[in-house]
């Protein structure tokens, strides 16, 4: 297993650049399920694509994506059964507010 703990709390504002990459991967229905699931636990790619029922090709898309919009990160990584190492990934943080002002 990997011992990864997400930030409790994060704030985007649609001032900021970065908003519209995080509300622009979120528009499809494969990345939140994506977040979902780590939400879970932190999980290798080959996992994700074997639990949402999608190939490994659209899963490590969408978990670019993710990663360019700061919503999930590598944790560490894994020993596969045939022994191979894959990257695990999780969620930066469990909690996003999104808020349409700039002022905290």
Known sequence: SIDYTPKEFSSI??????STAVLKTLSSETPRTILELLAENPAPA???????DTSL???????????????????GTWLSSKGREMTVYALTTQRIELRIDSRQ
């Open 46 to 52: 080959s996992d994700l694509a074997e639990r949402v």
């Open 57 to 75: 090709q659209n899963i490590n898309h969408h978990l670019s994506n993710l990663r360019e919009a700061g919503l999930v990160t590598t944790a």
């Open 13 to 18: 504002s649609l001032a900021d650049d970065g």
